[in-house]
């Protein structure tokens, strides 16, 4: 079982920069693929980024890339996301996500929410223009 605790959202104006965390506080890290997931008012939940457990492969939706850079520290069990060139329409719900995919898998990448396993609480991120 894996227990995920997301920290570091705010209030930001456009253009400015923010930095999500993810901590599992129960389990390991260790062959779980990662992701960030957001979810504005009155919209679904939608992918924005994820990392495979190696930390080797990362896949980003097209409205985040090269804004959005997702790593992590499975030594300290710990996701990061550094968002930067912030924009109105970012404003949502972030929440990390857990799967595991095994020993077998180290470089897969899970972009569907349905494949996570467990889920954050969700931090606010809201970007003013």
């Known amino acids: 079982q894996v227990q995920l605790v997301e920290s570091g959202g705010g209030l930001v104006q456009a253009g400015g920069s923010l930095r999500l965390s993810c901590a599992a506080s129960?389990?390991?890290?260790?062959?779980?693929?990662l992701g960030w997931f957001r979810q504005a008012p009155g919209k679904e939940r939608e992918f924005v980024v994820g990392?495979?457990?190696?930390?080797?492969?990362?896949h980003s939706a097209d409205s985040v890339k090269g804004r959005y850079t997702i790593h992590r520290d499975n030594a300290k069990n710990t996701m990061f996301l550094q968002m930067d060139s912030l924009k109105p329409e970012d404003t949502a719900v972030y929440y990390c996500?857990?799967?595991?995919?095994?020993?077998?898998?180290?470089?897969?990448?899970?972009?569907?929410?349905?494949?996570?396993?467990?889920w954050g609480q969700g931090t606010q991120v809201t970007v003013s223009s």
């Open positions: 996500a857990a799967t595991n995919t095994g020993w077998a898998h180290p470089d897969r990448v899970v972009r569907h929410r349905n494949e996570y396993d467990y």
């Open positions: 990392i495979s457990w190696s930390g080797a492969v990362t």
């Open positions: 129960d389990g390991t890290f260790s062959t779980y693929a």
